[in-house]
C-alpha cells in the first residue's frame, strides 16, 4: 500500500457514519447558537426546525434498497419508504414557505454565538476536520463517480458525454448517469484527474468492458473539497460582512458540520452531502454569487457558472435580475452582461465538443441528456425512481407530473408552477435587504425539490446555507456590534 492508501485508511477510521452526523449536527446547533436562557423561544424553535428534514432522510436509502431488493413485496419496508418521502416532500414544502415568510420580514431572532471566538475558531478547525474524514474516508456515491466518468471520456474522444453512445441510454453506466451533469462540472474534474495520473483508454474501449480503466475516486473527493472549499470561504466572508467574524464564524460550524453536508441516508450509502458532488458544487458557486453581491457583474458571471455545474440556478436569473433592476437599472445590466458572457462561453463549449447523435444536434441531446433524462418517465429515465415522493405515490403523480400537452417534461403541472414562482420572484426581489435575497433564493431551491422526481428534498443543501445566512444574519445585535467597531 502506498502512501496516499495509508492516509486514506487512517482517515477513513475517524469517519463518523450516519447516526454521528445526525448529533454531530444537533450538538453544534446548540453549542453554538441554542438560546438556554428561554427553552420555549422562538430562536430555538427555529433551530429545531433546521434539523426537521434530517429526520426522514435517516435510513431512507435502507427503505429503497428492501423494496427494490424484495421486488416490491414488502409491504413493511414499501409502507416505511413511503412515509419517509411523504415527511420529506413536506418539510421541503415547509421551507421554501418558511424562507419565503421570513425574506418579507418575519421572524427575526436576536441570538449572537455562545462560544467567545477562540473558541469558534477550534470548532471550525474541527469542523473542517470532520469534512475530509467524509470526503475521503467515505467512497464517492453516484455523481461523483459518473461525473469523473464523463470528464474523462470527454478528454478521450473529445466529445462531450452528451453526444457519446457509449455513455447514453439504458446501456450505459447507471442508464446514462454520466451524461446527465453539468459542462463545467466535467471540465473542473480535468485538472484533478490529472493530478491524480487518471488513464485515458482508446476511444472505442467503453466503460462497460472488462479492459476500461476508470478514473480514481480521489480525483472527484478532490474536485468536491475545491468546491467545498470555495462554498466555505465565500459563507465565512457573507457572515463577516454582515456581523463580523463572530458570525462569519458560525455560519461556517453550522453548515459544514450539518447533517446534511455529513451525510445521512444509511450506514453504508449515502443520500447527500459531501459523497455527492452534485449537492455541494452548484451550492458553492451561488454563494460565490451571494459574496460578490456588490458587484454585479461577477454575481451574474458566478450564477451562470452555477448553471454550468448544474443547470437548476439558470431558473434563480430572474431573482438576481430582479434585485438589482429595483436597485439600479444599470447594475441590472451589468448582472445580465456577466450572466449572457459566462453563458455564452459555456454554450459555445458545448456546442463545439458536442457532436451530432442519431440525427439529433447539441441542443437536443443536451436536453435530452438532462432535464429529460431527470424527469421523463421511460424505461432509462428517472421520472419513475422509487428514491422520490412522486414514485411513491403515482396517483398523484398521475396529474401533478404529466405534461399538460406533448411528452416533454416542461410542461408538467408542477413545473410550470415552479417556473412562475421564479418569474414572480423579480418583482419579490423589490425593495429586498442582500439578506432577505439569500433567503428568497433558499426558498427558491427548496421550492424547486418539489417539482424535481428522483432524490426530491435530499438535496438540502442547495438551500440551507442561504437559510442560514438569512436566519441567523438579521438579528440587531449583529448591527451593534458592527457599529461599536
Known sequence: MDESGILIKLIQRFYPGQSGAFWIGVLLIVVVAWGFEQ???RRNLSLLLLMLPALPLMDSLVWVQRVEGSGYTDTGAKLLLEIAFAMLYATTALMAVWTFAMSRGRNIIEWRPNLPSN???????????????????????????????GAQRWVSTGDMPYSDPLLRGPDSPAHGAAATYGPLLYLAHIPFQFLTGTVYNPPEVGPKDAAYIRPPYLATQL?????????????????????????????????????????????????????????????????????????PFIAGMCVAAAAG???????????????????????????????????????????????????????????????EHQEGFSSDQYGMSPFSFWGNFPTLAAFWQKPLIGTSSVFKPTFLLFVSYCVAAFFLARQRTRLELALLLASLAAALQLWKTHAAGTYVEWYYPFLLIGLLGRSSSWRTSMQAD
Open 39 to 41: 427553552l420555549k423561544s
Open 119 to 149: 473558541g469558534l475558531k477550534l470548532l471550525c478547525v474541527l469542523v473542517l476536520a470532520l469534512n475530509l474524514s467524509v470526503l475521503f474516508g467515505h467512497d464517492p456515491d453516484d455523481a461523483g463517480v459518473y461525473t469523473s466518468l
Open 309 to 371: 455545474v448544474l443547470f437548476f440556478p439558470v431558473f434563480f436569473f430572474p431573482l438576481f435580475a430582479g434585485w438589482y433592476f429595483w436597485r439600479s437599472r444599470a447594475d441590472a445590466v451589468r448582472f445580465t452582461a456577466g450572466f449572457a458572457i459566462v453563458g455564452l462561453l459555456v454554450g459555445l463549449m458545448v456546442m463545439a465538443f458536442t457532436g451530432s447523435l442519431d440525427g439529433k444536434g447539441p441542443i437536443r441531446l443536451l436536453l435530452e441528456s438532462t432535464l
Open 223 to 295: 474536485t468536491c473539497m475545491a468546491f467545498q472549499l470555495v462554498a466555505l470561504w465565500a459563507l465565512y466572508g457573507i457572515g463577516r460582512r454582515t456581523g463580523g467574524q463572530p458570525l462569519g464564524l458560525s455560519l461556517v460550524i453550522l453548515y459544514a458540520g450539518s447533517s446534511y453536508v455529513l451525510g445521512l441516508g444509511s450506514n453504508n450509502f449515502l443520500a447527500g452531502g459531501l459523497a455527492y458532488i452534485s449537492h455541494i458544487a452548484p451550492t458553492a458557486t451561488l454563494l460565490l454569487a451571494v459574496y460578490f453581491i456588490d458587484r
